[in-house]
């Protein structure tokens, strides 16, 4: 089979490796920039912006492939999986109308309240950047407050913690109206993302992934600097119940996107916030999660052409998926003063990587060396029976690195685990 891979991070660089497993299985690539990874196993790619979709739509018919997966959400907005599906290639990834579930937040909030699908936070959205003022001016508490829009997960800012009414006033201003308030959430956060076909879905592992750029879960919000699962692909702190009540949202969403006539095709990523009273929807994503998508490819275990070809014809079952039962830590190496100042173009040289798998992700190789470029650099994902062992794998490979460069050694480790752990006990 010829597929298309289209993006150059490193989630797709996990993606293109899971599908290099089938030896049969011929792999093509469009992406911003050069990945190193990527360009080491694709046969043709093709270097283009990802939501070029001339260009993507004429790459697929010169490279012949009859399938595609859709890494991120930008071409995924422009509209990507239209016109491929248009040009005779079945995609992994929804249809613009489908991806509204990530790119319009208020079509999200509104579609789980018309169809009594539970798990929302209370919410209001607004269009008027007037009408919005007044509703903080007179809000009593704690907001969280979203753009509608994407915003490469730094679009989110709480009213009661990061900003003041004051600094909420001048952020809705800022973005001009477009906005979604809604109740802030207190729990844990976890990932769920499922396969999904149009009508069934199937869940891959519980994974958790870190926001804030510095140990202790401090400083600012990122794409994430990493992520852990666990041998038995659920989380300590959510319950048996609270994994039944979510995956019953993702699977209400699903058919309330098929009833509504915008079928959903591709990957379903469900962001939750377990709390006392069981796990909320933060947000959907239209695809896999970054750093999320490392943990789970890396465990699994079935041929991931036989995942694609289940999705788009309609056909997957859960006889079809299947994930070792091992544990997984990714560690994302990122660039001195990332997010907000990232130092670009050093040097960089990496140690013993040891049983590490890496990833590249947004890094530029030139003449055999490695550099920094603005996003998240290289991720280290362990794998091994235990988290403590997984975490020594990723922890020995990122540490080894030598440059501009710095990670998060917390990820993964039984303390930050505990503190989980205490924080859901204390809440419930
Ligand atoms: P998002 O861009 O939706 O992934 O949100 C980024 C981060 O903002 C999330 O990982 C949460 O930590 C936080 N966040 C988003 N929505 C809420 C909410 N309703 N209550 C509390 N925290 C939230
Ligand atoms: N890791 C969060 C995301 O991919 O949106």
Do not use: W
């Amino acid at each position: 089979m010829k597929i298309l891979v289209v993006g150059g991070g490193g989630r797709e660089h996990a993606i293109v490796s899971a599908l290099s497993r089938n030896s049969e299985t011929e792999i093509h690539s469009v992406m911003a920039r050069k990945n190193p990874g990527i360009a080491r196993i694709a046969r043709k790619i093709c270097l283009t912006k990802e939501i070029d979709l001339a260009r993507i739509t004429a790459f697929a018919r010169e490279t012949g492939v009859t399938h595609a997966i859709i890494g991120p959400e930008a071409p995924l907005e422009a509209g990507v999986v239209d016109e491929l599906a248009a040009a005779g290639v079945a995609c992994v990834g929804p249809t613009k109308a489908a991806a509204r579930i990530e790119t319009d937040k208020a079509f999200c909030r509104d579609l789980m309240t018309h169809h009594h699908i539970s798990g929302n936070p209370a919410y209001r959205v607004f269009h008027d950047t007037a009408e919005a003022i007044a509703f903080v001016k007179d809000h009593d508490g704690d907001l969280a407050i979203k753009p509608i829009g994407l915003t490469g997960g730094k679009g989110v800012r709480i009213m009661g913690e990061q900003v003041d009414r004051a600094g909420a006033i001048a952020y809705v201003k800022q973005i001009k109206g477009d906005v979604v308030f809604e109740e802030r959430l207190k729990g844990e956060e976890f990932t769920l993302q499922a396969f999904v076909d149009g009508s069934h879905i199937i869940p891959m592992p519980l994974v958790q992934d870190h926001k804030r750029a510095f140990e202790g879960d401090t400083g600012p919000n990122t794409g994430g600097m990493g992520s852990y699962s666990m041998p038995d692909h659920m989380l300590p702190f959510v319950s048996r119940k609270d994994y039944t009540a979510a995956l019953s949202i993702m699977a209400s969403v699903v058919a309330a996107m098929a009833k509504d006539g915008h079928p959903y095709k591709g990957i379903l990523y469900g962001q939750f916030m377990n709390t006392a009273n069981g796990p909320k929807v933060i947000e959907f994503n239209a695809r896999f999660g970054d750093p999320e998508a490392m943990n789970v490819l890396t465990l699994l275990s079935s041929d991931l052409t036989d995942v694609v070809t289940g999705i788009t014809e309609g056909t997957l079952s859960a006889s079809k998926v299947a994930f070792d039962h091992a544990a997984t830590v990714c560690k994302y190496v990122v660039p001195v003063g990332y997010p907000a100042a990232p130092k670009i173009g050093r040097p960089l040289n990496l140690g013993k990587t040891g049983d590490a798998i890496l990833y590249y992700a947004n890094v530029e190789e030139r003449d055999g060396r490695l550099f920094t470029l603005t996003s998240r650099t290289l991720a280290f994902v362990g794998k091994a029976d235990t988290l403590a062992g997984a975490e020594h794998i990723a922890e020995q490979a990122a540490s080894a690195v030598k440059g501009s460069v710095h990670h998060r050694r917390d990820i993964g480790t039984q303390t930050l685990l505990n503190r989980r752990i205490a924080h859901m006990k204390e809440l419930q």
